[in-house]
């Protein structure tokens, strides 16, 4: 097949880009090299996917309204899978209006290229932000995600109504995954692992908010990624036994899915620090420091959905998966 994978310069999309080159697939890669954090990086996964010749990078934004679906109708392709997205709950609060470009008129654009060139499956991305003020742990699929503390979770709650639209009225099959504190090698710089490494290596302290009494749910991009490309080549379908009465609030009469994908196993922020340290061979001077704004104090995927779905079962403990990322990071940056 030739597949759209939007985002393809960034963390997750470099991953799910190589597993599908793997596979043998042919991967057209959307990204706009936004700015948010370093574009060297950006270009340096980029990069390694050009390696292999079935793989073709097209730079341009998702917001584009001329040029998205001029792509589509060029290119025909078969399935999506739509990671490009403004990352980053703090900097939504301040830049809110980057949130709205890039999630919520950029999907539009990606749905309408769909509807219009008879794409058989839309895969994108959601967050766990979604579920905003619930506590109501483990946190599924199935329950509350309709109180958002940042314009992130908003826009990206947005993304998955949206979705639902399409699917309804057109019958685009589209399903929407609510990642988990993704973590592991190429990352973000932006992410507490990557962060920390950085401030550790050069000496300084590391910002532990909320005290360090976080709980997250973080799960390795290696997991990540097999789980999106299983889900792509499980079509979404009707749910024969939705009622109307009582309806599920992730799933519908029409082809449409709304699934976590995480670890499961929540974890303490600072037992993830104390494995970082072990690997690092250095104790990291901790500035403790309250909760931010926008911010939860814990996530806990309840991943049953996606199991019973594609059979996903993640594989990295978070032992192995920091000791992964360490060794990436050394050998990246020498």
Known sequence: ??????????????????RLLDRGEHVVGVDNFDPYYDVALKRARVAMLENNPAFEQVELN???????????????????????????VRHSIDHPHDYIDSNVTGTLNILEGCRHNNVAHLVYASTSSVYGASTDMPFSPSGDADHPLAIYAASKRATELMAHSYSYLYGLPT??????????????PDMALFLFTRKMLA????????????????TFVDDIAEGIVRVLYKTATPDENWNSDTPRVDSSPAPWRI?????????????????LE???????????????????EATHADVHGLFEAVGYRPETTVDEGVKKFVDWYRSYYG
């Open 203 to 218: 000496g300084e302290p590391i910002p532990v908010f909320n005290h360090g009494k976080h709980r997250r749910d973080f």
């Open 278 to 296: 072990e690997c690092l061979g250095i104790t990291a001077e901790k500035e403790m420091l309250p909760m931010q704004a926008g911010d939860i």
């Open 1 to 18: 097949m030739t597949i759209l994978v939007t985002g393809s310069a960034g963390f997750i999309g470099f991953h799910v880009a190589q």
């Open 175 to 188: 399903t929407g995954l609510r990642f988990f504190t993704v973590y592991g090698p190429w990352g973000r």
């Open 62 to 88: 998702i917001a584009d309204r001329q040029a998205m679906p001029a792509l589509f109708a060029e290119r025909g392709f078969e399935c999506v899978v739509h990671l490009a997205a403004q990352a980053g």
């Open 259 to 275: 699934y976590n994908i995480g670890n499961g196993n929540p974890v303490p922020l600072m037992d993830y620090i104390n494995r």
